[in-house]
Every structure is written in structure tokens, then in C-alpha cells.
């Protein structure tokens, strides 16, 4: 081997474990060694094509059509659905809101409606394309509420392009009533996305499976676009998702053309220009190693580790499911004895990852787990170790934030903070200081502070923290 390649490897010997299934979140295992190598050799042939003119690597046009062709299977999808492959769940939210909102040029202010459980990425896309979203809060099953969705879109009016629905919602990993959503936004005229990044490769294997799954295809009309990703439950390498658009005319504003310089005239379906062929043809080549079968088993795999892990669970009286879970992901909320946090650093000292979700909309903070088909395997070990992170939780008792810094964190105003401020903030939680930034190696103090905190401060406090996160190594110290 290379030294730079044992660099990277020794490197690498920090990260989360990718594959093993006991990383609950960001990560999704198959457990199958000849997918993974298929797509790791597939990325290698085909990281130096470029996507950018489909003309110049015609292979890559083929395995697109191909793989969006599949795609359409899954959801149920008529003869004139169009799609393409993107690089991730973000960047199909994106266009499908950059398509809504460009369909629509005689709106001059243009807004969407999102169940509040809705993905960050369309706050990105509003961020990023002026378009105002307007959140509404979910019911008290963590499902988009129909009537109040209806009441924004009146207010709206004219000014509504989008309505958004998730299947299933990352936070609590349940199916929002698409059927419903779908229908208030024919009835207007507005478009209707549906969030299935996380959910498009296993829910129509888990109807297939005999499960109970609430409408959310193209079968619900007045479904516009879907967006499901290949590298969540495709288990395909990172870089890779799908947006389908019930047809070319709703897809048409999403494609771009520039002959506004004296260069080539470009021409894109999606948001980059020059794109690498490898993770889409690693897309390609897992989902045709695993195939329909491979899926339908693989689905079944993890619909059963998900049985046993929720069977398990009942027999931990300080957790609690937060909701009847419509597919692989699950979130627990503590009884009050022990806090989500110190579980979370208990675990991670055990090797296993979880994700705290914080507090929101007076909601106390939860634990997601993502469990992919390698997970299913380790059930009743993630059990024992959780058993034991939730005893030693509960012997700690909840973090404890002094009542004098919680008034103090929430009568802090963001936009009035200064640069030192930051420091002196991240410092105080042990995110920073004199040996430079750093996540502490228990979060619990962290996050039961962030958890106080007003989602506007998170929001800075962590911009500043990876502002001083991401910067340079330069070669020659002092440069
Ligand atoms: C429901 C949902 N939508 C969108 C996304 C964003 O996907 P990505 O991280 O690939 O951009 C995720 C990621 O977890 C998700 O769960």
C-alpha cells in the first residue's frame, strides 16, 4: 500500500464505523461484502467521467434512464413520469422546490407548506430560492395535521407553489397522510412533494411484505414529485438519489441551459455541472447485485430486527417508543429518570452510535435510531448495551444545566452576538479554547445545553463552531 493510502486508513481509524450496523444514523449497511465491493469497484471505473454532457458518456445516460426506470417500479409511477439521479435527498428537495417555485413566475413572493417535521433540506431550499416556508405544527402523532395545512395553503393563496409530506419523516419515522396533503394541494392547483428519501427503497418492499403502509406513491393522485435516495436504503455508496416528476412538463423548470458565454453551451438536469460517474454507476451496479429479491430480503431483515428491537424495548421501563414506527426508524423518549444524552455518550462508550434529536416545539429531546439490514443482526446486543447505558443513566440521574445559565442562554438574542461572544461560548460548553475547537468526548453537558437553548442560538452557536471547525492545514507551521 501507499503511504498516502495508509495515511487515509489510519485516518479513517477515528470515523464512525461504516459498516458492522452499529452506527445508528448516517450510515446504511447491507451486510452483503459483494454490494459493497461492486459499488467500491464501480466508483473506482467511473470517478473520472463526468456527467456533465450526457452525450460525452453515454453510459451514464443509460444507467440514469435505467435506474430512474426502477425507480418509477417502486412508486408506482404512470408512463409519462420523467426523473433524474442527483447526489443526495438535499439536492432533490432542492430542485423539486426550485422546479415548484419556477413554474410559477407570476408569483412574486412564493411560499410552500411543511409539516414542521419536514427535512432541513427544504429550509435549505428556501434559504437558497426566496421561498417562504410555512411551517405547521405537527398532531400529537407526529403526522402532518390536514386541517391546519389546509388553513396555511387559504391564507396563502395564490402565493403557495408546494406542499410537502413526508414517508417516512427522519425525526419520528412516520408516514405523513399523503393521501390528504395531495389532495388539498389539487384542489388548489399547487404541486405536492413527497419526501421519501429515506423511506423510497423499503416502503413498497414492505406492502410487497404484507406490511400496513399508508398511501404516499404516485397511486395518490395529486402526487407531483417523489424524491427517494439510493445511498439510504438502496444501499448504495454515498452520492446518489432520485427525483421523479409525474411528468416532463412538471420537470421542465428544473432543467438548465446557459448560452451566455462565448464556452460550451451547458446543460444540466441538476444542480452541479461537472459530475463524477461513480456514484452513479456504483448505484447502477449495487442495485443490480441486490436486485428485487435482494430487497424484498433485505427489507424483511430489517422490518424484523425493528419487531424485536421495539419487543426489547418494552422491557426498558425508562424509554418509551415516541411512535409506532411505519418503517426502519425508531425514536425513544425517557421517562424523566435519565436523560437522552448521557444514554447516547453511554453508548458511544459501548461502540455503538445514536443520534439525540433536541428538544423542539416544547418536546422533550429524543434518541433516533436508523436501523439498516446489518443492524437487524445485533438486535439483542444493541439491546443489552442500551439496557446497561439506560441503568447507568438513571444511577446519574438527568444532566442538570445551572438555572442561572438556562435564563442566561435564553435571554440571548443571536444576531446581537460578536465574534468573541462565540468564543467565549464555545469555550464555556468545551467546544473550544486555547488547543484550538474540539468536540469534547462526552456530549451530555453539550447537548443539555443546546437543548435550552432556542433553536436560532443552535443554529448560530453551531455555524460559529464549524466556521472555526473548517479551516486550513498549512503545510509550513506559522504560514
Ligand atoms: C426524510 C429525509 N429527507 C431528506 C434527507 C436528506 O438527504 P441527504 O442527507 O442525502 O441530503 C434525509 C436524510 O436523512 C431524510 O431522512
Given at each position: 500500500m501507499t503511504d498516502a493510502l495508509s495515511a487515509l486508513e489510519a485516518m479513517r481509524a477515528h470515523d464512525l464505523p461504516t459498516h458492522g450496523g452499529r452506527t445508528l444514523a448516517y450510515v446504511y449497511d447491507s451486510g452483503l461484502a459483494e454490494a459493497d465491493e461492486v459499488g467500491r469497484a464501480a466508483v473506482a471505473a467511473f470517478s473520472s467521467t463526468n456527467a456533465l454532457d450526457p452525450t460525452a458518456f453515454p453510459s451514464l445516460l443509460r444507467m440514469e434512464n435505467e435506474l430512474v426506470g426502477l425507480a418509477c417500479d417502486l412508486v408506482d409511477a404512470p408512463a409519462s413520469t420523467v426523473g433524474s439521479v442527483t447526489s443526495g435527498g438535499t439536492e432533490s428537495i432542492l430542485l423539486a422546490v426550485q422546479a415548484a417555485r419556477d413554474a410559477?413566475?407570476?408569483?412574486?413572493s412564493p411560499a410552500m407548506v411543511l409539516p414542521a417535521?419536514?427535512?432541513p433540506a427544504f429550509h435549505k431550499a428556501a434559504h437558497y430560492f426566496g421561498v417562504r416556508p410555512v411551517l405547521v405544527p405537527v398532531r400529537d402523532d407526529f403526522r402532518a395535521d390536514v386541517a391546519a395545512t389546509a388553513a396555511a395553503l387559504d391564507e396563502l393563496g395564490a402565493s403557495a407553489v408546494l406542499v410537502a409530506g413526508s414517508a417516512?419523516?427522519?425525526?419520528?419515522?412516520v408516514v405523513d397522510p399523503v393521501a390528504d396533503l395531495a389532495a388539498l394541494a389539487l384542489e388548489r392547483g399547487v404541486r405536492c412533494h413527497v419526501d421519501a428519501c429515506i423511506g423510497g427503497w423499503v416502503l413498497p418492499y414492505a406492502a410487497r411484505l404484507g406490511r400496513e403502509v399508508p398511501p404516499w406513491t404516485f397511486d395518490v393522485e395529486g402526487v407531483t414529485s417523489i424524491s427517494l435516495d439510493l445511498?439510504?436504503?438502496?444501499?448504495?455508496?454515498?452520492g446518489a438519489s432520485i427525483l421523479l416528476h409525474r411528468d416532463a412538463a412538471l420537470r421542465r423548470p428544473q432543467l438548465f441551459a446557459s448560452a451566455?458565454?462565448?464556452g460550451y453551451t451547458m446543460l444540466n438536469s441538476t444542480m452541479q455541472s461537472t459530475k463524477s460517474g461513480g456514484p452513479l454507476a456504483a448505484a447502477w451496479a449495487v442495485v443490480r447485485t441486490i436486485g428485487d429479491e435482494g430487497y424484498l430480503r433485505l427489507t424483511q431483515e430489517v422490518l424484523d430486527g425493528v419487531d424485536r428491537l421495539l419487543a426489547g424495548l418494552s422491557?426498558?421501563?425508562a424509554l418509551h417508543v415516541v411512535a409506532a414506527p411505519d418503517s426502519t426508524l425508531v425514536t425513544l423518549s425517557t421517562d424523566g429518570t435519565c436523560d437522552v444524552f448521557t444514554i447516547a455518550d453511554e453508548m458511544a462508550a459501548a461502540g455503538w452510535y445514536v443520534q439525540p434529536q433536541l428538544a423542539f416545539a416544547g418536546r422533550a429531546a429524543t434518541l433516533h435510531l436508523t436501523l439498516s439490514a446489518a443492524t437487524a443482526a445485533h438486535v439483542e446486543e444493541f439491546l443489552a448495551a442500551l439496557g446497561a447505558a439506560v441503568d447507568t443513566a438513571v444511577a446519574a440521574g438527568p444532566v442538570q444545566v445551572a438555572p442561572d445559565l438556562v435564563d442566561f442562554v435564553r435571554a440571548m438574542d443571536p444576531a446581537t452576538l460578536t465574534e468573541e461572544d462565540f468564543d467565549g461560548l464555545l469555550s464555556a460548553v468545551g467546544m473550544g479554547g486555547d488547543d484550538g475547537i474540539a468536540l469534547p468526548e462526552r456530549m451530555a453537558d453539550v447537548n443539555a445545553l443546546l437543548d435550552v437553548a432556542a433553536p436560532a442560538l443552535r443554529e448560530a452557536l453551531l455555524k460559529a463552531f464549524l466556521d472555526r471547525l473548517s479551516r486550513p492545514v498549512r503545510a509550513a507551521a506559522g504560514t
Open positions: 410559477r413566475p407570476d408569483v412574486a417535521t419536514a427535512h417516512p419523516s427522519y425525526a419520528h419515522g445511498h439510504k436504503y438502496a444501499y448504495t455508496p454515498k451566455a458565454w462565448p422491557e426498558i421501563p
